[in-house]
């Protein structure tokens, strides 16, 4: 029997409830997960496997052949999932020939009549026994403990759209951000497109120092009340965010308007310039607020919004030496090299002690900004992206959009757009000081740089995301850019001593 810490049987009464099922087991499925079906003849396996493939292509018409004869029919999806059906097998060993280890490194497998092969099948898989008569159906269903919480967190989901009135919504996997959030998109009836983020509270992070997980010391979100709190202020403010329809608080479910996804690049992640103009107008006028440190209003409680401090920048740079130094070399980083780094990143953050201070929304860059066709003005630039904010150096945000990971943004844009950004914040305030803005907005980018190098390579390790390994030699060319200024001299002599950038 498959391992599993818990047993739950779901009743599916008729074809949409398992259209329904299928949908929600589709925005869960992952790589690794084996699935087996058992039941008899007629149960509904091959069903409900061609109506999860279906939801995970989000295609109701993809053609989803029985692999009775073949054994096996592969689909390269956004999870690439295999289905084998062996009720022809005879032998055990013909599902080494099938190729199931190579489709659990890469995928996902959903094997009908797996008793044949039970021996052989993975210590993790997932049972799913189909009973049932006529269009009734049951599915006891039991799993490893990490697939059975997901089973239940999509089952809540689905309580909470029915619950607030979208019994026949239509749900699909909407691409996530590198956090623990997820987003879906969800349709009703073909005419209504809202935004579902899926936001669990925080727990069980490791403990880093004092008592304190990397979620407390970065004075990251742990729950959705930062997302809340920090929309209603930019649109009291004027600017665009999603509008909020549905809340749970305590499960940590949004349903929040639909603002579209037409981004500020085009098909080739190739910036329009401007759409990047009208993103740093939007940055000029949040930086032109008295932003006030407490906000509140007459129906939640009083939100402190965290301070982006010196504590927090050291922390972020240190994922430099923690993950990208040993990416890069091999090998852990020697204490006096670290030494080194970190003496010249405190006295790069004390210089920030008297910059410009501000709203730092943390990741305002192309991935988060919609483009609103229909809107003119500030109203055009969609923020989807900003429940870390945390009052800090202003310039960390421009460096956000000027330097965008994602995007090559050529030297010459980001001295229009940063010609852009001092000409409209001067016209703002008169004591706006323009060379000290040049020194933050070239410290703040690098230290930028420095923790995102960190994240991506932990991404990839940590979490299996290679994909955020492509990233990293623009961020690499952004960083030897920003680091000819002056005031990084030191840095620009630790990087080049150490060769990090010819390795």
């Known amino acids: 029997m498959a391992t599993s810490s818990q047993t739950l049987t779901i009743k599916l009464e008729n074809l949409d409830a398992t259209q329904r099922f299928a949908e929600d087991l589709a925005l869960i499925v992952k790589k690794e ?11 509904g396996k091959t069903t409900l496997v061609r109506a999860t493939i279906r939801a995970v ?10 692999p009775t004869f073949t054994l096996v029919q592969q689909y390269d999806l ?24 190579e489709i659990l490194t890469n995928g996902a497998a959903f094997i009908e009549w797996p008793e044949i092969v039970e021996d052989e099948l993975p210590k993790s898989r997932i049972s799913f026994n189909i009973t049932g008569l006529d269009s009734v ?36 996997h909407l691409q996530g ?20 983020m899926n936001s669990p509270k925080i727990s069980g992070s490791p403990i880093l120092r004092d008592g304190l997980t990397y979620y407390d010391l970065a ?41 579209g996804d037409d981004k500020p690049v085009d098909i080739q992640n190739i910036p329009y310039t401007e759409r990047y103009i009208a993103a740093i107008d939007v940055l000029a006028h949040l930086h032109g607020q008295d932003i006030p440190s407490i906000l509140t209003d007459d129906v939640m409680e009083p939100y402190s919004i965290p301070k982006y401090d010196a504590d927090v920048m050291e922390l972020e740079i240190s994922l430099l030496v923690d993950w990208y130094w040993e990416f890069k070399t091999g090998s852990i980083i020697e204490p006096q090299q670290s030494g080194v780094y970190f003496q010249i990143w405190r006295e790069l953050i004390h210089r920030m002690k008297s910059a410009e201070t501000s709203l730092v929304l943390r990741d305002y860059h192309s991935p988060n900004i919609i483009w609103q066709s229909g809107e003119s003005g500030l109203a055009q630039v969609g923020l989807i992206d900003f429940q870390d904010a945390q009052i800090g150096p202003a310039a960390y945000d421009v460096a956000s959009l000027a330097q965008d990971a994602r995007v090559v943004v050529s030297g010459e844009l980001e001295t229009q757009l940063l010609d852009r950004y001092k000409s409209l914040r001067l016209d ?31 991404m990839n390790k940590r979490d299996g995301k290679s994909e955020y390994l492509t990233l990293i030699p623009q961020i690499e060319r952004y960083l030897i850019r920003t680091m000819a200024h002056s005031v990084l001299k030191p840095l ?12």
């Open 177 to 196: 951000d590198a956090s623990y959030r997820h987003y879906e998109r969800i349709s009703v009836d073909g005419l209504e497109s809202l935004i579902l």
């Open 219 to 259: 004075h990251l979100a742990q729950d959705i009340i930062p997302f809340i709190r920090i929309a209603n202020y930019l649109q009291s403010i004027g600017l665009r965010t999603p509008k909020l329809y549905e809340t749970d608080l305590e499960e940590g479910f949004l349903l929040l308007e639909d603002l």
């Open 492 to 503: 620009q002599k630790w990087f080049d001593e150490a060769d990090l950038f010819r390795r």
């Open 137 to 172: 159906r049951d599915i006891e269903i039991s799993g490893p403990e990490d697939f059975m919480m997901r089973l239940d967190r999509t089952q809540k989901i689905r309580r909470f759209l029915d619950n607030n009135g979208y019994q026949t919504a239509h749900r699909a």
């Open 78 to 101: 956004r999870i690439p999932i295999g289905h084998i059906d062996l009720y022809r097998a005879s032998d055990p060993d013909e599902i080494f020939e099938l190729g199931l280890d």
């Open 33 to 43: 997960d084996c699935i087996c079906l058992t039941g008899d003849l007629g149960a």
């Open 428 to 458: 703002q305030r008169h004591n706006f000081d323009p060379v000290q803005f040049d020194e933050a907005y070239k410290i703040m980018a690098a230290q930028r740089a420095c923790k995102i190098l960190g994240i991506f390579v932990r």
């Open 57 to 66: 292509a989000d295609d109701l018409n993809l053609e989803v052949p029985s």
